[in-house]
């Protein structure tokens, strides 16, 4: 396979030798590749790899030590390139200082340039793909990036895992780089205008697929939209194993819900409740207050990134190209904070999610412990009955490390907050809450390194008190599975 990241083409025959730059040890080879970063000879030792700023190269097939010029090929969808990630390359270029330039011959393409020489130094090229072709991209060597609306599907995580470096969840192979509302809309003739999580995840999981019993009418249930978000609403609920349900054509069909990413007429839109019941939340709850947020996935392929291409991965995670997602109209991991006083609707919201047997002391403490501190939108979510967190949140701690080093959090007195969902006993789920509070924080000191945290980074486990969600769903349940950020 052609190996876009650092090679630079076929080797010279002649010899080069490689001296360390103290002249203590040198070795001669057939240079295989070199990217402005590593040299890779062919000696008599076999091959061998060198970092470029520990030795110097001598001999005829030296390749010059100017950088060489990065193309950074991306896949995704039309829309997401022109409205998301062509405007954050240009952020990108902003931040670091390159002057840049909008290809007139080649749609999506822009150059940046070295404002000292006016030299060239990347290529970004952008291809329109739907979800599965731009991973089929990364896949075959055809791109660097896939841009995706939906998550990687089971097969493909494990094509693409064959040659990574960990798993797909792990931030340096996927980061989830936005958030996008996903709407459902019925037919004008269906009554249904307002639904629970549980009853959306009955109405596609169960068979038969019914809408809920309204008027006296029940309607079987036709999803329709572009294929990547349908599979993102199912991946989000958790529906892994549904299969297509086709409308009869020619017939008119009642029980059509259709998901898009669009604004539809009002008078076919279908409110997903967060709560148990049919009651509307109030509108103050965070996390999300529009249930249906579907990630927007950024994919590496398995191979090494070079200097610009590098660096342009990190800045995605920093709080400065979170604003600039935010501003380009997604949702972003930029940060807002609400007191605990200033909650009222998640306190509603938590007492009618939470399970009757829940102990009103629980909840007492929560309001008792937070008073004071502001709640931040940042969270980090884990598996059922674990310290593991998800995908997503392993790119928060990313992110959150930024925030502490740019000193957002400086003079403040932090609390990590843990969470459960309504599975097991109440004290054990205050346990796992605990747990899963220490293990962010004890995570986010070992990201940091040398920088001590002080006395004022707390932890606290709430267990199942304070639900965001009914538990009823999956879905809900992995809402619930947190740790917060509280500060003051």
């Known amino acids: 396979m052609t190996c876009f990241f650092g090679s630079i083409g076929t080797a010279r025959a002649d010899p080069v030798e490689l001296v360390l730059r103290d002249d203590s040890f040198s070795i001669s080879g ?32 030296c390749p010059p030590l100017s950088a060489p010029l990065e193309n950074i090929l991306f896949s995704g969808d039309s829309s997401l390139n022109s409205t998301l990630l062509m405007p954050l390359i240009q952020s990108f270029a902003d931040h670091e200082g390159y002057s840049y330039q909008l290809s007139q011959d080649t749609a999506g393409q822009i150059t940046l340039f070295d404002p000292k020489n006016g030299a060239a130094r990347a290529v970004f090229t952008l291809s329109d793909r739907n979800s599965s072709d731009a991973i089929l991209d990364i896949l075959d060597d055809r791109a660097h990036f896939a841009l995706t609306r939906r998550g990687a599907t089971q097969e493909e995580q494990t094509a693409l895992e064959k040659d990574m470096f960990g798993s797909l969840g792990h931030p340096q192979n996927s980061m989830v780089l936005a958030w996008q509302d996903l709407y459902l809309y019925s037919q004008p003739i269906n009554p249904n205008r307002f639904i629970t999580m549980s009853q959306l995840v ?82 103050e709850i965070q996390a999300p207050a529009h249930p249906l947020q579907t990630p927007i996935y950024l994919i590496a392929a398995p191979k090494k990134m070079q200097n610009i291409t590098r660096a342009f991965w990190a800045f995605l995670l920093t709080p400065e190209a979170q604003d600039a997602v935010r501003t380009l109209g997604f949702i972003s991991r930029s940060l807002k904070k609400t007191e605990i006083h200033g909650q009222s609707g998640l306190l509603i919201n938590a007492i009618l999610n939470t399970d009757r047997d829940m102990r009103t002391k629980d909840l007492r403490q929560a309001v008792l412990k937070l008073n004071g501190y502001e709640r931040m939108s940042l969270a980090f979510h884990f598996l059922e009955g674990t310290q593991i967190m998800d995908a997503d949140s392993l790119s928060n701690l990313q992110f959150f490390k930024h925030l502490f080093v740019d000193g957002y959090f400086e003079g403040r007195n932090i609390m990590f907050v843990g969470f459960s969902d309504s599975q097991g006993s109440a004290d054990g789920n205050v346990q796992i809450s605990l747990d899963r509070a220490r293990a962010v924080r004890a995570t986010i000191a070992t990201l940091l390194e040398d920088t001590q945290l002080n006395n004022g980074f707390e932890v606290l486990g709430l267990g199942e008190g304070l639900p965001l969600a009914c538990n009823d769903t999956a879905w809900g349940q992995n809402q619930n599975r947190r740790v917060e950020i509280w500060i003051k």
């Open 202 to 283: 009955a109405m596609l999981e169960e068979k038969p697929r019914l809408w809920p019993l309204n008027a006296g009418r029940q309607y079987p249930v036709f999803l329709e939209g572009q294929a990547d978000q349908t599979l993102a609403l199912q991946q989000l609920l958790r529906i892994f194993d549904m299969a297509k349900q086709m409308a009869p054509k020619g017939v008119n069909t009642p029980g059509r819900l259709t998901v898009s990413t669009d604004q539809m007429p009002q008078d076919t839109f279908v409110q997903v409740s967060l709560g148990c019941g049919q009651q509307a939340m109030p509108t």
């Open 30 to 61: 057939t240079l295989i590749s070199f990217d402005g970063e590593i040299y890779q000879i062919q000696s008599e030792f076999g091959q061998l790899t060198f970092a470029a700023d520990m030795v110097i190269c001598r001999g005829s097939a």
